[in-house]
C-alpha cells in the first residue's frame, strides 16, 4: 500500500501551486491600480483634513510655474499610456484554412481508430479523447486518417 502512495503525484501541492499562479496573475494584471491606490488614498486623506479657508489660502498661493505644468502633463500622459498598453487588445480572425488530403487518406472511424490505437503512443485517456471527438464532431462515418498510418 505504501509502494502505491510513492507513486501518485502530491495534489495538495499542485492546488496550492494552482492558487499561487492565479494570485500571481491577478496581481501582475491589476499591478497599475496596486501601486495608484495607496497615492489616491493618502492625496484623500490629506484633502479631508483641509477647511474652506484652507481651500481660499490654496488658491491664492498656488502658483503655476511651466515646470509643474510640464511634469503634470508628462504624467498624466505616462499613466494613460501605460494603463491603454496594459489592456488586452481584441483579436479578430484574418483568415481560416483547413488542410484536406487527398482521397486515398480516407478511411472509417473504426479503421482510424485501430490504426491510432496500433501505434502504441497514446494513453487510454488520449483514446477515449479522440474517441470523443470523432463521434461529435459531425464528420459522418468516414474521416482522413493520419499521415503516416495509411
Do not use: W
Amino acid at each position: 500500500m505504501a509502494d502505491e502512495n510513492k507513486n501518485l503525484p502530491n495534489f495538495f501541492l499542485s492546488i496550492r501551486l494552482k492558487y499561487v499562479k492565479l494570485g500571481y496573475h491577478y496581481l501582475i494584471s491589476n499591478a497599475l491600480y496596486f501601486l495608484l491606490l495607496p497615492a489616491i488614498l493618502v492625496v484623500l486623506a490629506h484633502l479631508s483634513e483641509l477647511t474652506v479657508d484652507d481651500f481660499i489660502d490654496l488658491r491664492e498661493n498656488l502658483r503655476f510655474d511651466f515646470i509643474t505644468v510640464i511634469l503634470c502633463s508628462v504624467s498624466i500622459v505616462f499613466t494613460c499610456t501605460l494603463y491603454l498598453m496594459s489592456r488586452p487588445r481584441k483579436v479578430y480572425m484574418v483568415n481560416f484554412a483547413c488542410y484536406k488530403p487527398e482521397p486515398a487518406r480516407m478511411c472509417t472511424k473504426e479503421l482510424y481508430m485501430q490504426l491510432v490505437k496500433g501505434t502504441g503512443t497514446f494513453t487510454e485517456e488520449s483514446l477515449t479523447f479522440k474517441r470523443k471527438i470523432l463521434e461529435k464532431s459531425g464528420i459522418g462515418q468516414m474521416t482522413y486518417g493520419p499521415e503516416g498510418l495509411l
